[in-house]
Nanobody
Framework: QVQLVESGGGLVQAGGSLRLSCAAS????????MGWFRQAPGKQREFVTA????????YYADSVKGRFTISRDNAKNAVYLEMNSLKPEDTAVYYC????????????????WGQGTQVTVSS
């Protein structure tokens, strides 16, 4: 089992940048596929991006492609989400997620979730 703690959220103006971090517990972090999701007020949680175990492959939702970058550091048990050119519609609670089973990065099923970090983009 892995525990996830997100950080780095905050208030930023449109066009700005933020970097989210997700710290994972446990000694087997490198065996987990990782993902980021977000949930805006009144909306369902939506997929943002995913990364494979080595960090060599990534997958993005069309809405963030070219603006967001996911990365991981297995030595630090961490995954990151670099967000650039932020828009007001990016405002949401962002969640880190992990899964121990191997599957296509497009799969939306995850086993473990963090508590989330709020990102607010002002216009």
């Amino acid at each position: 089992q892995v525990q996830l703690v997100e950080s780095g959220g905050g208030l930023v103006q449109a066009g700005g940048s933020l970097r989210l971090s997700c710290a994972a517990s446990g000694r087997t972090f490198s065996t987990y596929q990782m993902g980021w999701f977000r949930q805006a007020p009144g909306k369902q949680r939506e997929f943002v991006t995913a990364i494979d175990r080595s960090g060599g492959n990534t997958y993005y939702a069309d809405s963030v492609k070219g603006r967001f970058t996911i990365s991981r550091d297995n030595a630090k048990n961490a995954v990151y989400l670099e967000m650039n050119s932020l828009k007001p519609e990016d405002t949401a609670v962002y969640y880190c997620a992990a899964r121990s089973f191997y599957t296509n990065l497009r799969t939306l099923q995850y086993q473990y979730w963090g508590q989330g970090t709020q990102v607010t983009v002002s216009s």
